[in-house]
């Protein structure tokens, strides 16, 4: 059973340009999770999201970012017109059904803007 | 979810030595988990203990927890250079899914 799968692991984008993150989750989990990470710090979370809908998205800053976790395909993570601040580790993680207390981390991408 | 809050903030060891690191937490809990980061990676849970358990052994590892005084302790015992990395813990609340870290304990174990 592969893990949680992040892509790209590594992203730079210049100010004003798109970043677009995925997530696969583990098989058979259909729970979703992101967080951010700043340099020397913890995680912070994101948005939690089940298949095509949005749970939680009390950690997602108001304006330029957004989620979806579609029926079919990955959960994808955007963030439109970066400025430099959004240069952060991003991680993804999974739980199975019903929402279960461990989460499984992916790899994370590190998300750079130039 | 509440934020657990790890204490020391770094710990430098020797190979073989045990390593200690702590968790408080401010609120009831209905279990805590503890992760661990290496540089540049993701998170690997380590491991889950209930609220209504005061102690659990996995491998190397040793974790226990005392609600009377909010807090928990992370115990590796005999050390590995492999053991470098961050270590977090998460307080859980009822059903709550928010993981919320701290800025965890970063260990160093000398070869």
């Known amino acids: 059973n592969a893990g949680v799968m992040q892509n790209p692991r590594h992203l730079v984008r210049r100010r004003g340009q798109e970043a677009r993150l995925r997530c696969s989750p583990m098989?058979?989990?259909?729970?979703v999770y992101w967080y951010r990470q700043l340099p020397e710090e913890g995680l912070k979370f994101m948005v939690y999201?089940?298949?095509?809908?949005?749970?939680?998205e009390s950690g997602m800053p108001k304006e330029r970012f957004s989620a979806e976790f579609p029926k079919e395909g990955p959960s994808i993570l955007r963030i439109q017109q970066v400025v430099r601040g959004d240069s952060a580790a991003y991680f993804c993680?999974?739980?199975?059904?019903?929402?279960?207390?461990?989460?499984?981390f992916g790899p994370g991408t590190r998300l750079t803007v130039l | 979810s509440q934020q657990g809050e790890e204490d020391p903030q770094a710990l430098s060891i020797q190979e073989g030595e045990n390593a200690t690191m702590n968790c408080s937490y401010k609120?009831?809990?209905?279990?805590l988990q503890w992760y661990r980061q290496n540089s540049g990676r993701g998170l690997v849970h380590l491991i889950l203990?209930?609220?209504?358990?005061r102690e659990k052994h996995s491998g190397r590892l040793r974790v226990t927890l005392d609600t009377s005084k909010k807090s928990s302790s992370l115990l590796i015992t005999a050390s590995r250079a492999a053991d470098t990395a961050s270590y977090f813990c998460?307080?859980?609340?009822?059903?709550?899914?928010?993981?919320?870290f701290g800025s965890g304990t970063r260990l160093l174990v000398r070869p």
């Open positions: 993680a999974s739980s199975p059904p019903p929402k279960g207390d461990t989460q499984y």
């Open positions: 098989k058979g989990h259909s729970h």
């Open positions: 999201l089940q298949k095509e809908n949005i749970i939680d």
């Open positions: 609120t009831s809990i209905n279990n």
């Open positions: 203990i209930r609220s209504n358990e």
């Open positions: 998460a307080p859980g609340v009822d059903s709550s899914y928010k993981l919320i």
